[in-house]
């Protein structure tokens, strides 16, 4: 069976610089090569599962200018499914990438349209799905209600609620005890749970997984802390990693593998998308990911 995900979350048009040194502050840094590329927690994580041969609908905004035009026709041409993608008067979500030499990365980001997405288009758009089941994946480049609109609604339709908690905010104690997996970077835990994951597994979530970046992730749940590898890559650049790994843990839950198993596939496609330039190039297929899990 198909797996099915249901992505809410934000699209960015990523305006990107390459240089051979990040800067410092106050500093300008020259020698870039600029690039307009497709981005967004959200556009990502939807292109991920694509990729990996999931049925993707995305529950999203977009301004009605030049940026959200394309951003939507790319998201097409991915094989996601954009009719519950708003369009609305602010303008398309912006993100500025810069990216060094060794493929570490800073980012800066204005909303925009990303602003506007409702609780109301939330629900409205997760009971116009069809029935079935499948996996609810969120981040929190939108508004917090929307976020908890698509937790709840998750749960009453007995579907698993991915929320991959980023950018790091404090989160409402019943959010958390409706996600069955979050997702923080090591970063991101110590904003939410400066006390550690366990305090997170106690507050009702099923289980967090802590990525590491190249040290692939570490797996906390009620039996404990289980550590996931990362196969070793000559990485060209970490933009969108970690939104590749979720939309490949979510096309993993989809498909019913147990969750260890499924971040253990989702760590090596992250770790795939590394080895292009740009947030979505590097994203694998499913048999690129078959073939990457036989190798390593």
Do not use: C
């Not at 035009?69 to 609305?88: K, Y």
């Not at 493929?103 to 800066?108: D, F, G, H, Q």
């Not at 909303?111 to 609780?119: F, I, M, R, V, Y």
């Not at 989160?171 to 991101?188: H, I």
């Amino acid at each position: 069976m198909t797996p099915r995900v249901v992505v809410v979350g934000s699209v960015n048009a990523d305006l990107v610089i390459r240089l051979p040194r990040l800067p410092r502050p106050g500093e300008t840094a020259g020698g870039g090569v600029f690039s307009v590329g497709h981005g967004g927690k959200g556009g990502n994580q939807a292109v991920a599962a694509a990729r990996l041969g999931s049925q993707v609908w995305l529950i999203a905004a977009l301004g009605d200018d030049d940026y959200g035009r394309s951003a939507r026709a790319d998201l097409e041409r991915e094989g996601v499914d954009t009719r519950f993608v708003a369009g609305v008067e602010e303008p398309t979500g912006v993100a500025v990438v810069l990216v060094d030499h060794a493929a570490e990365n800073l980012i800066a980001a204005a909303p925009g349209a990303n602003e506007a997405l409702t609780p109301d288009a939330v629900a409205a758009a997760v009971t116009a799905l069809p029935p079935g089941p499948a996996v609810v994946l969120a981040s929190l480049e939108i508004p917090l209600p929307a976020v908890e609109a698509a937790s709840r609604l998750a749960r009453a339709r007995g579907w698993p609620f991915v929320l991959n908690p980023a950018p790091a905010r404090p989160l409402p104690p019943d959010l958390l005890a409706r996600t069955a997996v979050l997702t923080p970077n090591e970063g991101e835990l110590d904003v939410i749970a400066p006390d550690g994951a366990r305090r997170l597994i106690a507050a009702g979530a099923g289980a967090v997984v802590v990525t590491r970046g190249a040290a692939g992730a570490v797996v906390h749940d009620s039996s404990g802390e289980t550590r996931v590898p990362a196969p070793a890559v000559d990485a060209v650049d970490t933009t969108g990693a970690g939104d590749g790994l979720s939309g490949a843990l979510a096309w993993a839950l989809g498909s019913g593998l147990p969750l260890r198993d499924a971040v253990g596939a989702a760590v090596t496609a992250a770790s795939l998308s590394t080895l292009a330039p740009g947030a979505r190039a590097g994203y694998p297929t499913h048999d690129e990911l078959e073939a990457a899990l036989r190798r390593w």
